[in-house]
């Protein structure tokens, strides 16, 4: 198979992941959206009549109550599941497993299409950006909207809650995740005890053979291996140098200085080089970052090449000793997409009569069939994340985009609804399953909270020398709240 070819088949492969995980993510916050909330107000758009649902959460159109959103337990639950997928790199963890929860030895780690559709695919459309705040935008404006006043109040008390809630969730889930990596991988559990306890933090969240190397936790035959292929070990020994003073403050370990250390090394050694603003501040620090920059493009080529794979990964070519059943687990997750596709058209189909609970099927049918069409726009619009020119590189403008867009989506939507059903009475047929369809599905899935919260906990790294996260956070909320009131307001008032 020529390059071209092999590039179009993963990119395929990687659709089809991202669908399968947006099928998944949107019909459970769908449904978790009914089960707690919205069938206590509308219980005949559902079979059981809302009868035993929890009622926990509101629209906030005909009661009080709005501040805990219809989508804040979808949230609450993808945030937690997206903490509890992350990277050992993201968990600080000497050993970047791409999931962090299992075992190193473990299969699923090399499953890196399933890991997509997982995160970005069923995390990220589990929890909802738009539909979250075109709740508050409509709560805020009052009006012909709901059968309340203006609610402002509580819609900035959703915002609050909607993000501290979503950011809990999420730190349990990475607490979680470290403490499945301690059971499933108890060897590491005690080497990194031993790093902190001797006040040594380089092998923390690098590559096994530099950990292992700047820790004095190498054997001469690797070393000398090492330099038989070319590696300058010359440039790790002067990284280590010059952490040497930095690592201890007064005898006693310093967390500040732990976690600004673990974060450039980390950064630099996967990234290859920092941002003016953490150059600068290690420079300050004494530190030699330079010669861990050096090492990274001096390594950069020969990391290409098997025996340094072997020295620097603790696995093998997964897709190469098991290119067959790889390939027929491929062929089994298209044969579930185009299943699923079949049992939603049907849906659609056989839902033909025109009753409340009729129609809510049949609008969440379509919902969870557009619902890959969202998720594979913000996976390409994620892309552009840290393409911003210059000291705004770090602003993850791909997500915001995302949730810029999807927000615009549903306030015009819900907009258009409530004009016609205003001026007509009631809106059409077609205009009463299309129009949620949208909002549900596909602008529920181009948004995200789940991404969201992680881009702000990362963010946050540095705090407070740094305010990326809350001027990421402030950013993104100001401006949905101010799109949605500009583009929602006008049918409202």
Request: glycine fraction near 8%; charged fraction near 15%; aromatic fraction near 10%.
């Amino acid at each position: 198979m020529n390059g071209r070819a092999s590039q179009t088949l993963q990119l395929c492969t990687t659709l089809v992941y991202l669908a399968i995980g947006g099928f998944a993510g949107s019909a459970v916050r769908i449904y978790l959206g009914l089960l707690f909330g919205g069938a206590c107000e509308e219980p005949e758009t559902v079979s059981w009549g809302g009868s035993w649902a929890p009622c926990i959460t509101n629209s906030g159109l005909s009661t009080p109550g709005g501040a805990l959103f219809l989508d804040i337990i979808a949230n609450m639950v993808g945030s937690f599941f997206m903490g509890l997928l992350q990277r050992g790199a993201q968990l600080q963890l000497d050993n970047d497993l791409p999931l962090a929860f299992l075992p190193a030895s473990s299969s699923f780690q090399e499953w890196s299409e399933v890991h997509l559709g997982l995160r970005t695919g069923f995390c990220g459309s589990l929890t909802t950006f738009a539909s979250w705040n075109n709740q508050m935008v409509v709560m805020a404006c009052g009006g012909k909207g709901t059968v309340q006043s203006t609610q402002w109040l509580a819609a900035l008390v959703g915002y609050i809650l909607g993000m501290e809630v979503s950011l809990t969730s999420f730190h349990l889930g990475k607490h979680v995740a470290l403490l499945l990596h301690a059971f499933s991988n108890p060897k590491k559990l005690v080497e990194r005890e031993s790093f902190v306890n001797n006040a040594s933090l380089l092998g923390v969240n690098v590559k096994d053979f530099e950990a292992r190397f700047l820790n004095d936790d190498i054997t001469q035959e690797e070393i000398e291996k090492a330099k038989s292929i070319g590696l300058e070990l010359e440039q790790l020994s002067k990284w280590k140098e010059s952490t040497a003073q930095a690592q201890v403050s007064g005898g006693e370990l310093s967390f500040d200085k732990l976690s600004f250390l673990m974060r450039i090394q980390s950064t630099i050694l996967r990234e290859g080089t920092l941002e003016a603003e953490e150059q600068e501040l290690a420079k300050n620090m004494g530190l030699d970052t330079d010669v861990l920059q050096q090492w990274v493009d001096s390594t950069s080529r020969l990391r290409k090449d098997s025996q340094v794979q072997a020295l620097s990964s603790p696995f093998r070519s997964f897709l190469k000793h098991k290119a067959a059943g790889v390939s027929l687990v491929h062929y089994l997750v298209l044969l579930l997409y185009v299943g699923v596709n079949a049992a939603l058209v049907t849906g659609i189909v056989m839902e033909d009569s025109d009753t409340v609970l009729s129609r809510s099927r049949r609008a969440r049918f379509c919902a969870i069939i557009l619902a890959p069409f969202g998720v594979v726009t913000r996976w390409y619009l994620s892309n552009f994340n840290g393409k911003l020119p210059g000291t705004l590189s770090w602003f993850p403008i791909g997500t915001f985009l995302a949730n810029m867009l999807a927000s615009s989506i549903d306030a015009i939507l819900a907009a258009v609804e409530l004009y016609l059903s205003v001026r007509d009475g009631q809106v059409n047929y077609w205009t009463s399953i299309w129009f949620p369809a949208v909002e549900k599905g596909f602008s529920g899935s181009l948004s995200t909270v789940s991404t969201f919260v992680g881009e702000i906990s990362s963010l946050m790294f540095n705090f407070p020398q740094s305010l990326h996260g809350y001027t990421y956070m402030t950013v993104s909320l100001v401006s949905a709240f101010v799109l949605g009131i500009a583009l929602y307001g006008w049918s409202a008032w």
